[in-house]
């Protein structure tokens, strides 16, 4: 079993900055990629941001130029590095990792952009 762990959610207002983290334990051998989706409230889970072992990035286009993710596979640990927030970037940002062929996500963390 994988277990995920996010933190680094919060309020914040419009323009500004958060980082969230997510670790990653448990019976973890090689976890390739990581990455990040969100939801909003009434709308689908959508995908934000991947990573895999070897760095490559991807990313959607709602928030390119705004959010780097990044990743320490010492710590197993995936890092979204969220700049110039909006409104619309108000969601519950949930972890996800495949391990094995599996995917395993985490319990999500509240972001909300509001003035």
């Known amino acids: 079993q994988v277990q995920l762990v996010e933190s680094g959610g919060g309020l914040v207002q419009p323009g500004g900055s958060l980082r969230l983290s997510c670790a990653a334990s448990g019976s973890i051998f090689s976890i390739n990629p990581m990455g990040w989706y969100r939801q909003a409230p009434g709308k689908q889970r959508e995908p934000v941001a991947t990573?895999?072992?070897?760095?490559?990035?991807n990313y959607a286009d709602s928030i390119k130029g705004r959010f780097t993710i990044s990743r320490d596979n010492a710590k197993n640990t995936v890092y979204l590095q969220m700049n110039s927030l909006k409104f619309e970037d108000t969601a519950v940002y949930i972890c996800t990792a495949l391990v094995a062929g599996k995917v395993y996500w985490g319990q999500g963390t509240q972001v909300t952009v509001s003035s």
């Open positions: 990573i895999t072992s070897g760095s490559i990035t």
